[in-house]
């Protein structure tokens, strides 16, 4: 059994219940339970050095689970749940229905050519921190340090709180 802890995101096609069907989904996964969820946050699009196109804000949101899926078993059914939801891979950092991230799985550290855990980058991206720090501030982020102090690092925070998720 892990504690496993899933980033969400949305920025096309109704990102709410882009959300909630991804969460729902989430639930009846075999062998996963949810035990908290963050709520829901928006923040800017982050986008590639020089690119000029502009894209809506998203909506992010962190769900914890326990879960007895290996991280492979668990990364592939998040991806299929986002290919059920019309994901499309076009462009790094693009627009998208959905995006699920496995952030964590417990302590774990590795690296492989389908996975990287703690995810790269969640120590510099406050849509992640910040729905984190929700559900638990003092969470130590393996390698990296306590979730609050990470947050309050970033020089800008830009996730903002915008409430609970509706059915």
């Not at 969400?8 to 639930?27: D, F, I, K, T, V």
């Not at 769900?63 to 059914?77: A, D, F, I, M, V």
Request: hydrophobic fraction near 40%; charged fraction near 20%.
């Amino acid at each position: 059994m892990a504690l496993v802890y899933i980033g969400m995101g949305s920025n096309l096609e109704n990102p709410s219940q882009q959300l909630h069907q991804a969460r729902e989904s989430l639930e009846l996964l075999d062998d996963c339970k949810i035990l908290a969820n963050s709520g829901l946050f928006r923040s800017p699009a982050m986008c590639p050095p020089g690119d000029t196109e502009p894209q809506p804000d998203y909506l992010n949101a962190v769900l914890k689970l326990r879960c007895y899926q290996s991280p492979h078993q668990l990364l592939q059914n998040l991806f299929n749940i986002e290919n059920r939801q019309g994901r499309v891979r076009t462009k790094t950092w693009g627009a998208r229905t959905l995006d699920l991230d496995l952030l964590l799985y417990d302590d774990m550290q590795m690296k492989d050519k389908q996975l990287t855990l703690p995810h790269p980058g969640i120590a510099q991206r406050d849509f992640v921190l910040a729905p984190l720090a929700r559900i638990d501030a003092d969470l130590k982020i393996p390698g990296q340090g306590r979730v609050s102090v990470l947050l309050n690092l970033l020089s800008a925070n830009h996730a903002e709180y915008v409430g609970e998720f509706h059915a």
